[in-house]
C-alpha cells in the first residue's frame, strides 16, 4: 500500500482516419497555413461511421488493464468523462461497462465537465477509494467531437478531433505512480463563452421532425476564452505546487489541454516554465475535450517521455466553464 491513490496503468487510442488541414481545405474555406498558424494543428482523427463515444473508450480502457495486468472483472468503479456521450441514457459509462464484461462494477457514471472531465474523474476516483481502499477504478476521458462540429464553421470545425485514453486507479505499491494531490474550480457564469446543444436539450427541446440548427454543434467566443484559459490553468497549478512546497521547477513534465497550441505556449510564458518540457501532440489530434490530457499522458507514458522519478503536472480548461490540475508522481 502507497497510502496514495496509485495509478496501476495507462491506454489511449484513435481512431485510423485522418483529417489532415489539405483536406479542411476542400470542404471550408481555410488553409493549412491559416489553421497552422493560429491553432499548431495539421491533423486530427476522425471516428468512423457508427464508432460512438463508448467504442474509443472500450479500446482505450482495454489498453490500459493490459498495463495494469488486471481484468475487466476486477473493475469496481467507472468514471467516463465526456460531452459526446453515444445516447442521452444508458450513459455511455454503463455501454462501456457492458462492452468490457465488468460484471463487478458496482457504479458507472458519465462525468460532464468538458474538457477538464477527466480531471475531475480522476479526483473523484481519489475520494472514491478512500471510501472504499479496494476499490479498482477505470477513469475514461473519450469524445467524439466531430459528432457535435459544424463543418460550414471554420472556427471551430478545424480545432476538434476524436480519441480516448484511460487510466486504472487503485491501491497499489510505493513503486507504482501514485495521484499526489488534485485541485478543480469552475465558474457557471461564464458557461455562455462555450456552448454545445443550445436546442435539443430540455431547456429547449427538440419537436418530431424539426430541423437540426446551428445552436446544435459547438460554437465558442475563443478571444475570450483563451485569456481565461490561460489565466485559470496557470493560477490553479501554481496553487496546487505551493500547497506540496513545490515550484514549476520541481516538475519534470507539463501536459496541459491541447486545445491551441497558442495557449499552450501563452501558459508556458506565464508560468515561466520552459517549453521543452511540455508534452505536445495537439499538432497530431487536435482538441479531442475530456481525452486531450489522458490522451497525451499515456501517449507521453507508452512513448518513454515519463520515467520513474517524475513529477508531472496536468491541466486542463473546458466549458462550464471549468478547469483543473493534477500533479502526479511516477
Known amino acids: 500500500m502507497s497510502g496514495q491513490p496509485n495509478i496501476l496503468g495507462l491506454g489511449y487510442y484513435v481512431p485510423d482516419s485522418v483529417l489532415t488541414n489539405p483536406d479542411l481545405e476542400e470542404m471550408v474555406e481555410t488553409s493549412d ?7 499548431g494543428i495539421k491533423e486530427r482523427r476522425i471516428a468512423a461511421e457508427g464508432q ?3 467504442d474509443l473508450a472500450f479500446h482505450a ?3 490500459a488493464l493490459k498495463d495494469a495486468g488486471c481484468d475487466a472483472g476486477d473493475v469496481t468503479h467507472i468514471l467516463l468523462a465526456t460531452f459526446t456521450p453515444d445516447y442521452c441514457t444508458p450513459t455511455s459509462s454503463c455501454v462501456l461497462q457492458g462492452q468490457l464484461g465488468a460484471t463487478r462494477c458496482q457504479m458507472a457514471a458519465d462525468v460532464g465537465a468538458g474538457c477538464s472531465g477527466f480531471i475531475y474523474s480522476l479526483d473523484l476516483a481519489r475520494g472514491l477509494l478512500a471510501i472504499d481502499p479496494g476499490a479498482v477504478i477505470l477513469v475514461v476521458g473519450s469524445e467524439v467531437c466531430t459528432a457535435r462540429l459544424n463543418f460550414s464553421d471554420r472556427n471551430t470545425c478545424v480545432l476538434f478531433g476524436d480519441g480516448a485514453g484511460a487510466a486504472v486507479i487503485g491501491d497499489g505499491s510505493e513503486a507504482d505512480p501514485c495521484v499526489v494531490d488534485a485541485l478543480q474550480h469552475s465558474d457557471g457564469t461564464l458557461g ?3 456552448p454545445v446543444g443550445q436546442e435539443g436539450g430540455s431547456a429547449s427541446p427538440y419537436h418530431l421532425g424539426q430541423a437540426v440548427s446551428e445552436d446544435f454543434f459547438i460554437q465558442m467566443k475563443g478571444r475570450e476564452l483563451f485569456r481565461h484559459a490561460v489565466r485559470g490553468m496557470a493560477d490553479l497549478s501554481t496553487k496546487l505546487l505551493h500547497r506540496n512546497g513545490l515550484s514549476t521547477a520541481d516538475v519534470d513534465l507539463f501536459i496541459p489541454h491541447q486545445a491551441n ?3 499552450i505556449e501563452a501558459l508556458a510564458k506565464k508560468l515561466e516554465y ?3 518540457n511540455i508534452y505536445v501532440n495537439v499538432d497530431r489530434y487536435g482538441n479531442t ?3 486531450s490530457v489522458i490522451l497525451a499522458l499515456s501517449e ?4 518513454g517521455r515519463i520515467t520513474s522519478g517524475d513529477r508531472v503536472m496536468l491541466t486542463a480548461f473546458g466549458a462550464g466553464l471549468t478547469w483543473g490540475s493534477a500533479l502526479l508522481q511516477f
Do not use: D
Open 274 to 276: 520552459p517549453m521543452q
Open 52 to 54: 460512438g463515444c463508448s
Open 289 to 291: 475535450s475530456a481525452a
Open 33 to 39: 497555413e491559416w489553421i497552422t498558424t493560429r491553432t
Open 61 to 63: 480502457s482495454r489498453r
Open 192 to 194: 455562455h463563452l462555450l
Open 300 to 303: 507521453a507514458y507508452v512513448g
Open 261 to 263: 497550441l497558442r495557449i
